[in-house]
């Protein structure tokens, strides 16, 4: 058991496995130590994840609806519909109401019989792309500010850390509903409150983590060598916090793309006809449209919830991959069936 254990049995089940596989795929002639010492934390990592069903579910449906986004033109030229090509003929009924799921339309249409499968790998596009900029924007903006604020202190960590505080308490529907007052709703407003809202929670995990790491002996090696504080915060430190920063990146994908739909759904963020998955949702609420067909609150919402479930799923997963001490339940889990399968082997014996 390595230090790093602290003789929690967990770790010492987590270790064992790994060891266990890296001993079966080594070539004659390796020791066990050195296999496991010629794996590299990605190495060790990837095993982990690759044994984790839920991650690797996950991850598949992330990649499925990835393809579909980056695919939509293609689906849409193969079905033979634009997404906001109106087929009034045949896709609304006599009576003028959205027309079920057939074979012409396979997910059915709306309300201006627009076709909901196109509109849907359409709203693919811009869910995910506001989910990634505004990620990206907020990870960016957040490990900065709390870099700089945990490791200068003084009166810098008293201002930023303030600042933080008080984005925090704004509240964020009414500030987005003020701000789409000026400048008015558009792709770019949605991203800009996502990131105005989502960097304060960022920059306070990586400032925690900061004032921890500034104490270390290696930044202390570092200052004694003459670097400059922000030298050692770009070499030294900034390294040590990308695990807690693309975990957190991960968790805060499918709260940017929940955000971008309610905005939508309230007609504050991107404008129709554009397709999201937001104003899909208001269209199914226009006149209790969703009572005649529920096919155009189930498909969106059944979307919504596996993207955001896949997103944190993996994150979780993620997280534990990358620290296994972190990890709650797995390893006690596994550890308890080993100890039922070595139950089992005795009674076998003594039969």
Do not use: C
């Amino acid at each position: 058991m390595t230090p790093h254990d602290n003789g929690d049995p967990r770790v010492g089940a987590e270790n064992a496995d790994e060891a266990a596989v890296v001993e079966q795929s080594t070539v004659p002639g390796l020791t066990q130590q050195t296999a496991v010492a010629a794996r590299s934390p990605l190495q060790l990592v990837w095993s982990r994840l690759r044994r984790d069903t839920t991650a690797m579910v996950s991850a598949a449906v992330i990649l499925i609806v990835i393809i579909a986004a980056l695919a939509a033109p293609l689906i849409a030229a193969w079905i033979g519909h634009g997404p906001n090509e109106q087929f009034r003929d045949v896709g609304l009924t006599e009576f003028g109401t959205p027309v079920a799921p057939n074979a012409q339309f396979l997910l059915g249409t709306d309300n201006l019989g627009r076709d909901v499968l196109v509109r849907l790998v359409y709203g693919a596009q811009v869910s995910l792309v506001v989910a990634f900029a505004a990620t990206l924007g907020a990870l960016g903006i957040g490990t900065l500010v709390g870099l700089v604020a945990g490791f200068l202190r003084g009166w810098v960590d008293t201002v930023l850390t303030w600042l933080m505080d008080t984005t925090l308490s704004l509240p964020q529907l009414l500030f987005a509903i003020s701000l789409v007052a000026l400048v008015g709703p558009s792709l770019g407003t949605t991203v800009f409150v996502i990131v105005m809202f989502s960097w304060a929670p960022i920059a306070r995990v990586v400032r925690g983590q900061v004032l921890s790491l500034r104490e270390r002996e290696f930044v202390e090696a570092a200052r004694s060598l003459g670097a400059s504080n922000w030298r050692i915060m770009r070499v030294d430190v900034l390294p040590n916090l990308l695990v807690p920063i693309l975990v957190y990146g991960t968790l805060l994908i499918p709260q940017a793309i929940v955000f971008e739909a309610t905005l939508s759904f309230l007609g504050l963020g991107v404008l129709p006809p554009t397709a999201t998955w937001g104003n899909m949702l208001s269209v199914a609420s226009q006149g209790s449209l969703y009572t005649i067909a529920p096919w155009l609150v189930i498909f969106p919402s059944a979307a919504l919830l596996a993207v955001t479930l896949a997103f944190n799923l993996l994150g979780d997963s993620i997280r534990d991959a990358l620290d296994p001490r972190q990890t709650l339940f797995a390893g006690r889990r596994r550890l308890a069936r080993k100890r039922a399968a070595k139950r089992v082997a005795r009674q076998e014996a003594r039969s």
